[in-house]
């Protein structure tokens, strides 16, 4: 993954960009391999990225990415998998690259299509784009919201980042706590989209755009799921033919999220859905595929048995972390830092491990 952060505002521009690098630094651990920043001071913008090198190894992948002709530019967190098709196609309408990155084709694809191009791709994805020509700033989420994206607005300027402590990063967000949102946490034990902590601070929804254009924004659904009359008829009759098209769907879709240029693993937790992942990855490699799980001393609480198990039939070069108590205490004091804002679930103890274990083991 990858860290984006930006301002667009009609004042104190000298104060936002002095603080845009501190804000982009917080998003550090979203991309550890290289940073960026592009300012344009006569329309009060700054654009910043944390890089995870993923696709495209080299600096030519380094993000803000402008277009051949500077008319755009581009921060994006994320991965479109059906890059290579969509890249074909621009080659043959005329447009030329000069990198191997997803990136380079969201800005082609954006400058063909415009708003349209986010019905092609396919991919979990947010960016922020800005169109020097029509001094407007893109905001686009994927269609299930997989990658995070919030934004800060009030009349005259907009503020996005990845995470909420980048917004907290720039020097004039004035982190005023929504008080409306309490009784949604105290209810969910989280604050659900569009709300968030602060005021007039919302999580852009999943398959949402917004333009910032002039001083005012607009946010708009592009995609949504298509609903289906009671009446259509049941494409697949028989219990074989579903079953051998739901494999053909789960092994494009597995197959789709391993193009990388960097190794690749999977959390396997013993369970069917990990495990029919971790099958279809090891189906589609060459090599045993890299799983982890994540175990518990306490027999109750414990899968890691059975991922080993799955892991064995598999095939799969496997390594199990257990996490101990004292382990699950000590991240306690620090979810606060890494939510940046209120979240209650117990999930948020594995999550953190997991991801951490080989720099904590």
Known sequence: ?????????????????????EATSKLVHRGPNDSGLFFDENHGLGLGHRRLSV???SDAGRQPMASQDGRFQIVY???????????????????????????????NAYRQWGIDC?????????????????????????????????????????????E??????????????????????????????????????????PGHFAR????????????????RSANAPIPLQREEDALEELDRLLTIAVSDRLIS???????????????IVAALMQKASNAPVKT??????????????????VAEHLKTDHTAFYVTAKDALAVIPRLPEIYDEPFADSSAVPTFWFPNWPVLA
């Open 118 to 162: 986010l019905k092609r791709f396919a991919g979990m994805f947010s960016l922020g784009l800005w169109d020097e020509t029509k001094e407007c700033l893109f905001l686009a989420r994927d269609r299930l919201g997989i990658k995070p994206l919030f934004y800060y607005h009030t009349p005259g300027s907009l503020f996005f980042a990845s």
């Open 1 to 21: 993954m990858c860290g984006i952060v930006g301002f667009m505002a009609n004042t104190n521009f000298d104060r936002l960009r002095n603080s845009l690098p």
């Open 261 to 275: 240029d960097v190794p690749l693993g999977g959390l396997l937790s013993g369970g069917i859905d990990s495990s």
């Open 212 to 227: 910032f254009r002039k001083g005012s924004l607009e946010v708009k659904s592009y995609w949504t799921l298509p609903e």
């Open 77 to 107: 967190n994320g991965e479109v998998y059906n890059f290579k098709e969509i890249r074909k196609t621009l080659e043959d309408l005329g447009h030329v690259f000069r990198t191997d990155t997803d990136t380079e084709v969201i800005l």
């Open 292 to 309: 982890f799980s994540i175990g518990f001393n306490e027999p109750g609480f414990n899968e890691a048995p059975w991922a080993a198990k």
């Open 164 to 205: 909420l402590k980048a917004l907290m990063g720039l020097s004039t967000f004035p982190r005023d706590l929504d008080h409306d949102a309490i009784p949604l946490f105290l209810h969910y034990q989280y604050i659900p989209a569009p709300r968030t902590i602060f005021k007039n601070t919302f999580k852009l929804l």
């Open 55 to 57: 696709i495209d190894l």
